[in-house]
């Protein structure tokens, strides 16, 4: 089989660029998800070609275009300064903010529920209370 490149090469050889990646691999350098990765080549967000058998082949300069690389360590070790937050506010302390809001929220509508419902019990009640007119045996 004759190659682009006027070489032979045995049929069942594959060629890689070294600048290229597959899905996993770029997936790998970027520390996205293939998933992610496969999702921006469909929107066309990254242009790909599949090669012989049906994988991927993504140049590097059209990946890192959209998702910059990422080191290992940077993988490995998330950063533990966010500038979106102010310091001292964590995840957590986030997630417990609006846990007590969602909290104060139900309690309200718990509020609202029972003043409702002493409201039904205080006219069934009064209802209730009406005597009955008596009626004569032959009304039936």
């Not at 992610?36 to 929107?43: D, N, V, W």
Request: charged share 30%; proline share 5%.
């Amino acid at each position: 089989m004759k190659s682009c490149d006027g070489l032979t090469r045995p049929q069942n050889e594959t060629v890689r660029d070294p600048m290229s990646y597959t899905l996993g691999s770029a997936a790998k350098a970027t520390g996205k998800s293939k998933t992610t990765i496969q999702r921006a080549i469909t929107k066309g967000r990254i242009s790909a070609s599949k090669d012989d058998i049906g994988r991927y082949v993504i140049e590097a300069s059209e990946l890192h275009r959209v998702f910059p690389l990422v080191s290992h360590a940077t993988v490995a070790r998330p950063s533990h300064s966010d500038t979106m937050r102010p310091l001292g506010e964590t995840p957590l302390q986030v997630k417990i903010e609006a846990l007590d809001a969602m909290l104060d929220r139900e309690r309200e509508a718990l509020s609202e529920m029972r003043s409702d419902r002493d409201a039904w019990k205080q006219q069934a009640t009064a209802l209730l209370g009406v005597p009955e007119k008596k009626r004569r045996w032959w009304w039936r």
